[in-house]
């Protein structure tokens, strides 16, 4: 018996070879995919009329725009800054109007003040800087894999106890702007 088994694995191993699979080659194809990032931010003045200043003005609130955020990336981060695109003699992080002579030209007339008021459209939370400063807030929400935004910006006038006391201006001109900036992180 033991001179067959030698015969028996050679046996075993030269059909093995003659009818088992051999490996001719290896290799891997590879598969790649892209989906672009795509950030829309929209801007839509709703304010179309300029100021006509009175007392009756004191302590009230005017849409002077909405806005629309979004964003296919949940890895970034976005921030809204609003702050006065014009200085005043109060400082370059106040918010106010300023008074100007008829060539558009700084006049020496006392600012008017103003603060600014942010509603989210979608869940009417809101934020405002009481204070007439710069402000700035993240902007998004994350839904799925997107972020997502509906809003409206607003400017306030201080109330008669807050010191809007329209006798202490200068008739005249009047110009303020806000400068909206969206910042990814």
């Given at each position: 018996?033991?001179?067959?088994?030698?015969?028996?694995?050679?046996l075993?191993?030269?059909?093995?070879?003659?009818?088992?699979?051999?490996?001719?080659?290896?290799g891997?194809?590879p598969?790649?995919?892209?989906?672009?990032?795509?950030?829309?931010?929209?801007?839509?003045?709703?304010?179309s009329?300029e100021?006509?200043?009175?007392?009756?003005?004191?302590?009230?609130e005017?849409?002077?725009?909405t806005?629309?955020?979004?964003?296919?990336?949940p890895?970034?981060?976005?921030?809204?800054?609003?702050?006065?695109?014009?200085?005043?003699?109060?400082?370059?992080?106040?918010?106010?109007?300023?008074?100007?002579?008829?060539?558009?030209?700084?006049?020496?007339?006392p600012?008017?003040?103003f603060s600014?008021?942010?509603?989210?459209?979608?869940?009417?939370?809101?934020?405002?800087?009481g204070?007439?400063r710069s402000?700035?807030?993240?902007?998004?929400?994350?839904?799925?894999s997107?972020?997502k935004e509906?809003?409206?910006?607003?400017?306030?006038f201080p109330?008669?106890?807050?010191g809007?006391?329209?006798?202490?201006?200068?008739?005249?001109?009047?110009?303020a702007?806000?400068?909206?900036?969206?910042?990814?992180n």
């Amino acid at each position: 018996m033991r001179k067959g088994l030698p015969a028996i694995m050679i046996l075993l191993t030269l059909t093995a070879l003659l009818y088992g699979q051999r490996t001719l080659f290896v290799g891997t194809i590879p598969l790649n995919g892209k989906i672009p990032l795509q950030e829309t931010f929209s801007l839509d003045l709703t304010l179309s009329s300029e100021f006509v200043f009175t007392q009756e003005l004191g302590g009230k609130e005017f849409e002077v725009a909405t806005y629309e955020f979004s964003s296919n990336s949940p890895d970034l981060q976005y921030e809204m800054k609003l702050s006065p695109g014009i200085a005043s003699s109060l400082g370059s992080d106040v918010f106010a109007f300023r008074n100007i002579t008829e060539e558009g030209l700084p006049s020496e007339g006392p600012p008017i003040p103003f603060s600014i008021s942010l509603k989210d459209l979608d869940d009417e939370s809101s934020l405002s800087a009481g204070d007439s400063r710069s402000m700035k807030k993240r902007v998004g929400t994350l839904v799925g894999s997107r972020y997502k935004e509906r809003g409206s910006i607003s400017m306030v006038f201080p109330t008669l106890d807050e010191g809007f006391h329209i006798e202490e201006f200068s008739s005249g001109l009047y110009e303020a702007s806000i400068l909206v900036e969206v910042l990814a992180n």
